[in-house]
């Protein structure tokens, strides 16, 4: 029997709509039949793409001009649950409300604009991008319009300009994203500068670079022909390759590059009548681009045979399995293992004030 | 449950921390079927060695032939290690005090006893790693 339109399903409508018309104004060909051709309380809905696939997005229409769009967690849920509001759209001017994410709206809002973007919620003729950079989303309509995505924020989704002004916290997001972003990116550039000049200065001076490279590299491999005068010590710093600083400081020695550091003195000790020197280091930090410079503690010791004095990394106070305070016999009791020794982590013993066990004898 | 309180001595020459623990501890922490025992005598023309220098080639060791008749050192090397190369998980003097010799310190007398080996570790702030002192 012929089905005439009249005796079709509305099911059957909407697959049809899919399968042969194409979309007019957005990607997500769903969403504009529900504007164009949806009846009230008709919905439709998606789930998140990759990376979001436990988020179902539902927009349902409100009456003939406004639809409603909700998530929900997808999960092995039976009950019912409270749909997240995220979004209204009336006719095709989407505006945002939130997100699921209350521990932070800022991001949330902004993951939750792009994960719509990703389900084709988006102008077809006048798309925009969005990026998160330094922890601010940044949306770029095709007008050079860039702002960080705020609550009520108000997009035409035919036209893909933005209808309101972005508030004050969005405004401050922007600029502040920005602004670390420009120092950032001259600091890269100047890291990287330095990391490619020292590589170069490396070759020059007969090193070889290819080994360090190696995931197996092994400090004081490809060493053999270099002319050492040709390498300054600073150079140390500005190497972003871990084997190839190794092989300059281990040429000069950690007593000579500290010689050319800053440094405070932030613990004397004395035990068994030798004294101990904790120093905080200023190392220079001329090639991740991170910072300027960094911390690094060292202990400063004499060798009670011959008199001399030396100088040992500690790990600084607060990383991984570290110290627990800045003071010459926590470094001395990190540095002999004396907390393993005794079988406690760091979290332990936090009490008492420290596990250093004095030699009985040292030499 | 209250862990059982680690009490050892602690005798160090240089970057070699030897720790003398009680038998049950020293047991824990060298008691394994992989591992071997090397034993040396006084008055034989041999040494013991507890760590060997890779940057100078210097070792922190006990010349045995130096050492009184009675005395022994017993190396208890760890999975797939050898005495003289590699750093002993631990070792036992025997009946008489021994002394331990390096080019760069002073000798370190070690009464009878158990003791564990460990090597000091230090921060390389500019490679960023963690690593054992080389000696």
Known sequence: MLQTETSKTRKEMFDNHLANKASKYLINKQLEWLIEQGNIRESIYFKGETGDRYTIYIASKRNNNIIDFTTVQNSYHHGTELANTIATLRGYILTMHGSGYSWNPGYGLGNTFKQLMRQGVMSKKHSWKIKYCRSAFMIKLEDGTEFTPFKGMQIDLKKGTLLNKPIRSSVKAYIEAKATDKIQRKRNRIANKNNTEALQRYRDAGGDTSQARQWNAQPGEGIENINWDMIPIDNVFKHRNATLRSNILEHYGMDALLKTLKYDTVDIDFIDGREYKLLNVEIPDNSTGQSDSYKGLYLEMLNPSTGESHFEGVANVGTWNSPREATVKEALAWRDGDRTTQGLSNYENRDSKTVYVVPVKLT | ?135
């Open chain 2, 1 to 135: 449950m209250e862990k059982k309180v680690v009490i050892y001595e602690k005798y160090q020459q240089g970057d070699v921390v030897m720790l003398k623990v009680d038998d049950d501890y020293f047991k824990e922490h060298t008691n394994s079927s992989y591992n071997s025992v090397v034993e040396y005598h006084g008055k034989q023309p041999t040494h013991a060695i507890m760590a060997f220098g890779e940057v100078t080639g210097h070792t922190h060791q006990v010349n045995m032939a130096n050492m009184l008749k009675g005395a022994g050192v017993t190396l208890h090397m760890g999975y797939n290690q050898k005495a003289g190369e590699d750093v002993p998980q631990g070792f036992v003097v025997q009946n008489e005090t021994v002394t331990i010799t390096h080019e760069e310190h002073d000798p370190l007398e070690l009464p009878p006893g158990k003791y564990l080996v460990k090597i000091v570790q230090e921060f390389n702030h500019i490679t960023r790693r963690a690593q054992n002192v080389a000696d």
